[in-house]
């Protein structure tokens, strides 16, 4: 229950009123993947602040919090007071249903509401939801008009509850890359209420036990840096290539650990700035790493039946390429703009690897593989723009 005004009716920026600089969350920890504090203890419950909103939020709320000293951590048992890093940056990324414009606008289904909610509720707890879900079609919904408030909210928490957990196991299967191509994931979390600057304390759909109902997420390693989408702008041009050719192999190696990203984008990598250090006190020479984020829409090739089905599901969706064709002509568009012709070639070109259309070996935690590869044409993607 709220014991203020309800957040919801903040049509015009849903999720401002709850996820706003400087609330704090109540988080539940149902699993540490990496332990964050520096005792010996593992807090089953933590709170963090928001220091900063990542908006526009999409399918997913993404913040950046600090987790607060272990003084003010919820916890009744010795064992779990530990202390936490002060004002370190984290990432935290939640799967609010309530506030997911996309999908309701997309599969025209209404915006969330308290009635809806407890509708949600007695459908689940009611035995209604499995009987459901093994026929439900989320690409159908804006087309069917049988289904009724209770089945199209069950429906988008279905989505979000995987979408949630594509992201746990592709971090669970990337542990070996996290920390250099891809960020730590330090918890998977549950949030189970949000207390505002004022005062007021906002409850959650769900109990941190129903999986099903309760807001997931997931916490992960803040990754200072810009978008690949603004590389012209954030990297001189003599470093375009190096950025570019390392964007490409992320993406493949990620690929190697058997995943299919249906969401890449060059809004969907973050390239870290390191400086150099030198022996004589200058500032060094900036570095640029690629890092990858954003495994909400993943497939895995364990749940392909055949070595050629998974090819073509590769080759279709041409990961490698989304990244590569976009960015030597967002690169080339760029210099365009600019009215000013390269003398010689361009400054990088993406070379297709076909790798999706050739047995080639692949190097995965130590251990060489064949695998099938196929590098398909994929259509220049909206991270363009």
């Known amino acids: 229950m709220s014991t203020c ?18 609330n704090i969350l109540h988080l539940y920890i149902r699993d540490w993947k990496r332990p964050v504090h520096s005792d010996s203890g593992t807090p089953s419950a933590v709170r963090a602040r928001i220091v900063k909103a990542i908006r526009p939020f999409t399918l997913s709320c ?8 272990s003084e003010s951590n919820v916890s009744s048992d010795a064992e ?35 009635v809806r909610e407890e509708a949600l509720v007695s459908f689940v707890r009611g035995g209604q939801l499995e ?39 592709v971090y ?42 309760v807001v997931k997420g997931i916490l992960i390693e803040y990754i200072p840096g810009f978008l690949l989408v603004d590389l012209e702008g954030q990297a001189p041009e003599s470093a375009w290539p190096s950025v570019c050719e390392q964007a490409v192999r992320v993406i493949n190696r990620i690929s190697d650990y058997g995943i299919l990203n249906r969401d890449i984008c060059l809004k969907n990598v ?66 365009k703009g600019k009215k000013k012709k390269w003398k010689g070639p361009l400054p990088w070109q993406y070379k297709p690897s076909m790798r999706y259309d050739k047995l080639v070996e692949a190097q995965v935690d130590g251990e060489t593989s064949e695998i099938l590869g196929g590098q398909g044409t994929k259509g220049e993607s909206e991270c363009l723009k």
């Open 172 to 213: 669970e299967l990337l542990q070996g890359l996290q920390g250099r191509h891809v960020p730590i994931m330090y918890a998977d979390v549950r949030l189970d209420s949000i207390e505002t600057e004022s005062g007021c304390h906002e409850s959650l759909p769900g109990e941190v036990d129903d999986e099903f109902l």
């Open 80 to 114: 779990d007071k530990a202390t936490l890093p002060p004002e370190q940056p984290f990432i935290l990324k939640l799967y609010d249903r309530r506030f997911d414009q996309d999908t309701r606008e997309d599969r025209k289904i209404e915006p969330w509401t308290p």
């Open 62 to 69: 993404v913040l950046q919090v600090v987790l607060l000293p």
């Open 270 to 335: 973050i390239v870290r700035p390191k400086r150099s250090s030198v022996d004589t006190g200058g500032e060094g020479e900036v570095h640029y790493d690629v890092v990858a984020i954003d495994f909400a829409l993943c497939d895995f090739r364990k749940d392909f039946g055949s070595e050629e089905e998974w090819r073509e599901k590769k080759r279709s969706q041409d990961e490698e390429g989304a990244i590569g064709y976009v960015l030597e002509r967002k690169l080339t568009l760029f210099k």
């Open 131 to 169: 009987a459901f879900l093994s026929t439900l079609d989320l690409w159908s919904l804006a087309t069917r008009e049988d289904l009724d408030e209770a089945q199209k909210e069950a429906a988008i928490a279905y989505n979000f509850y995987k979408m949630h957990e594509s992201e746990v196991s």
């Open 5 to 22: 005004s309800p957040a919801y009716q903040d049509t015009t920026n849903p999720g401002f009123s709850l996820y706003h600089e400087g």
